[in-house]
């Protein structure tokens, strides 16, 4: 690792951010800096597969498994405990967020707005469109992954004012849906 790296880290319903830095000496060991919080570890790569983790400062360390499937580690252990993890960047977790906010919510109908800048890659509905609370609606591409943005609450489709291949920035109007009569 050459440069500082960023990463959200869930474990269970605890979710803490994590700031990965080179080594001090600026050698490439496989040990490094882990800020975690208001702590800082010295993390060090083990010959068996494991990470030995201290406290800065400290004499005491633990030792950590990650599992070694394709991709980010999904789960982590110790002696003690096994638990499930997602990794994510900090920009792959801005953007989990931004979905979530964007999608989350049940109200009547109402516009659906990008929840990032990106590009349409195809709008799911056609107007007239009945649609219900939840239900994908446009796939907006960012940061090289597909999107579903979900209508918000149930109605019917109005109008649908981008199409595929447009830019739109964040908090754009893509669809227009109209409450149903309550």
Same mark, same amino acid.
């Given at each position: 690792?050459?440069?500082?790296?960023?990463?959200?880290?869930?474990?269970g319903?605890?979710?803490?951010?994590?700031?990965l830095?080179?080594?001090?000496d600026?050698?490439?060991n496989?040990?490094?800096?882990?800020?975690?919080?208001?702590?800082?570890?010295?993390?060090?790569?083990?010959?068996?597969?494991?990470?030995?983790?201290r406290?800065?400062?400290?004499?005491?360390?633990?030792?950590?498994?990650?599992?070694r499937?394709p991709?980010r580690?999904t789960?982590?252990?110790?002696g003690?405990?096994?638990?499930?993890?997602?990794?994510?960047?900090?920009?792959?977790?801005?953007?989990a967020?931004?979905?979530?906010?964007?999608?989350?919510?049940?109200?009547?109908?109402?516009? @659906?707005?990008?929840?990032?800048p &990106?590009?349409?890659v195809k709008? +799911? !509905?056609?107007? *007239? $469109?009945? =649609?219900? #609370? /939840? %239900?994908?609606?446009?796939?907006?591409e960012?940061?090289k992954?597909e999107n579903? @943005?979900?209508?918000?609450?149930? &109605?019917?489709?109005?109008?649908i +004012? !981008?199409?595929? *291949? $447009?830019? =739109?920035d #964040? /908090? %754009?109007?893509?669809?227009e849906?109209?409450?149903?009569?309550?």
């Amino acid at each position: 690792m050459s440069r500082p790296e960023r990463f959200r880290v869930e474990v269970g319903e605890q979710s803490v951010e994590v700031e990965l830095l080179p080594a001090k000496d600026g050698t490439n060991n496989g040990t490094m800096t882990a800020v975690v919080g208001d702590a800082t570890f010295t993390v060090h790569a083990a010959p068996d597969g494991s990470w030995s983790v201290r406290p800065e400062g400290g004499t005491t360390q633990e030792r950590v498994w990650l599992d070694r499937g394709p991709g980010r580690p999904t789960y982590a252990g110790t002696g003690r405990d096994t638990a499930p993890v997602i990794v994510r960047t900090a920009a792959e977790a801005a953007l989990a967020a931004a979905l979530e906010e964007a999608s989350g919510g049940a109200g009547g109908g109402g516009a @659906v707005k990008a929840p990032m800048p &990106g590009r349409i890659v195809k709008a +799911l !509905v056609a107007e *007239g $469109d009945q =649609v219900e #609370a /939840g %239900a994908p609606v446009i796939i907006v591409e960012a940061m090289k992954m597909e999107n579903e @943005v979900l209508s918000e609450g149930t &109605g019917v489709v109005r109008r649908i +004012l !981008v199409s595929a *291949g $447009d830019t =739109v920035d #964040a /908090g %754009a109007v893509l669809v227009e849906i109209e409450p149903h009569d309550a």
